[in-house]
């Protein structure tokens, strides 16, 4: 990776950091994909993944530090899980990129809400770092 991937990759995981509590500034939450997008233009689909990886990763470490208070076992396995995630995101959204170019950003929102509908169910399901939570303070 080069530095811009490397900015790109990290102006995401924080943006992501900086929209949930104790922060709540939740008006970054619109834009906070816009960095990833710069970083999956052109990627094939093993440095998508591994791009998403280091984003949700640095994401899970930002928002849900507090459970290693609780559980060190509990939050390790969730910071290794919860970034697959992400990572899936990544590798499709790669994947559609590939085939549409940029025709394939109308699919994002939907592949968002679907990604995050299929981290939140199941025996594994972990709603906590829905996007729609950075939206809670924000008047609307």
Same mark, same amino acid.
């Given at each position: 990776?080069?530095?811009?991937? @490397?900015? $790109?990759?990290?102006?995401?995981?924080?943006?992501?950091? +900086?929209? %949930?509590? /104790? *922060?709540?500034?939740? &008006?970054? !939450?619109?834009?906070?994909?816009?960095?990833?997008?710069?970083?999956?233009?052109?990627?094939?689909?093993?440095?998508?993944?591994?791009?998403?990886?280091?984003?949700?990763?640095?994401?899970?470490?930002?928002?849900?530090?507090? @459970?290693? $208070?609780?559980?060190?076992?509990?939050?390790?396995?969730? +910071?290794? %899980?919860? /970034? *697959?995630?992400?990572? &899936?995101? !990544?590798?499709?959204?790669?994947?559609?990129?590939?085939?549409?170019?940029?025709?394939?950003?109308?699919?994002?929102?939907?592949?968002?809400?679907?990604?995050?509908?299929?981290?939140?169910?199941?025996?594994?399901?972990?709603?906590?770092?829905?996007?729609?939570?950075?939206?809670?303070?924000?008047?609307?």
């Amino acid at each position: 990776m080069n530095r811009q991937e @490397i900015f $790109w990759l990290f102006l995401t995981s924080i943006g992501f950091i +900086l929209s %949930f509590p /104790p *922060f709540s500034t939740g &008006l970054i !939450a619109i834009v906070v994909l816009v960095p990833f997008f710069f970083y999956l233009r052109d990627k094939d689909l093993w440095r998508a993944f591994k791009g998403g990886y280091s984003v949700g990763i640095l994401w899970t470490a930002g928002t849900i530090y507090w @459970i290693a $208070w609780a559980t060190v076992f509990g939050f390790l396995g969730a +910071l290794l %899980f919860l /970034p *697959f995630y992400f990572s &899936l995101y !990544a590798v499709v959204q790669a994947w559609l990129w590939k085939r549409w170019g940029e025709v394939s950003l109308w699919a994002a929102p939907f592949l968002w809400v679907s990604i995050e509908l299929l981290s939140s169910y199941g025996v594994l399901g972990f709603p906590w770092n829905s996007l729609a939570y950075t939206q809670t303070y924000t008047p609307v």
